[in-house]
């Protein structure tokens, strides 16, 4: 390679660097961080719900619910929590009348909302500690673990319930 192809080469490398310096990037996140909630809460699937606008997803993550003042975070799907599920005191989880699936524990220190959701316990976590709660209507409850122990810590009522 000549000279001034290595020079022109070069600059179009630097040129390309420095673009992808100043370009804004997406809110980047490692496998099982916690995502916590904004005290304003908002609907589950839009980022300016979440500190540091990272959307949960199905990569083993840790939520915590932490609205205040009566405002809530609601699903927008039917939506799958490989981690633990934490609803601070005074803070308000709604599913909308969408599934949750939990495959980690789940801590109800707020306001559980499930409506006639369906609620699932899965996943293969040796063990799974799941607090109370109640689904109306329709709702139903089942277990399809395919490993491990889940524990009740409190009561949960639902219109059905299916264990695997």
Partial sequence: MNKKHFSTLSSV??????????????????????????AT???W???????GGVVPDVVDDSIVIATTGGDSVILSGATTVK??????????????????TLEGDFVNNGNFEP???????????????????????TGNVSMTKTAGVAT??????AVGLTLN
């Fill in 13 to 38: 490398v630097l040129i390309i660097v420095l673009a992808l310096a100043v370009l804004p990037s997406t809110s980047a996140k490692a496998v099982g961080e916690v995502i916590t909630s904004t």
């Fill in 41 to 43: 809460g908002g609907m």
């Fill in 45 to 51: 699937n839009d980022s300016t719900t979440w500190v």
């Fill in 83 to 100: 981690g633990s599920l934490t609803i601070n005191s005074v803070a308000e989880l709604i599913t909308g009348n969408f599934a949750l």
């Fill in 115 to 137: 409506g006639s959701s369906n609620i699932t316990i899965a996943g293969a976590a040796p063990t799974q500690s799941i607090a109370g709660f109640t689904t109306t209507i």
């Fill in 152 to 157: 009740f810590t409190g009561g949960v009522s």
